[in-house]
């Protein structure tokens, strides 16, 4: 597959999830006792994060790289960024 075929939204979500993932990856081997399985849940949380905050966020008009920062950043914080966005949706229902 060739990377042109995607559309610059998916190269985005993509970049996005890379970074949100290597936050993540950043995040569990600072913790003291780094396990393999804990290592595979924070790569799953931290994309399933970045990949929420890139579809939350895309549509504010900002730059491509800050959307993307901002949404590395959450791949490093996302079990906090996963509760704050279910108590806003919580809110909403």
């Given amino acids: 597959m060739n990377p042109d075929d995607f559309s610059p939204e998916a190269k985005s979500l993509?970049?996005?999830?890379?970074?949100?993932?290597l936050g993540?990856?950043?995040?569990?081997?600072?913790?003291?006792?780094?396990?393999t399985r804990q290592l595979a849940i924070e790569f799953v949380t931290s994309m399933f994060a970045g990949v929420?905050?890139?579809l939350i966020?895309?549509?504010?008009?900002?730059?491509?790289y800050s959307l993307v920062a901002l949404v590395g950043a959450s791949g490093y914080v996302a079990p906090r960024v996963l509760d704050i966005i279910s108590k806003k949706a919580c809110n909403l229902l």
């Fill in 14 to 21: 993509l970049g996005a999830a890379t970074l949100a993932v």
């Fill in 24 to 35: 993540g990856t950043v995040r569990a081997l600072r913790t003291p006792q780094c396990t």
């Fill in 52 to 54: 929420i905050a890139w």
């Fill in 57 to 64: 966020m895309r549509g504010w008009g900002m730059s491509d």
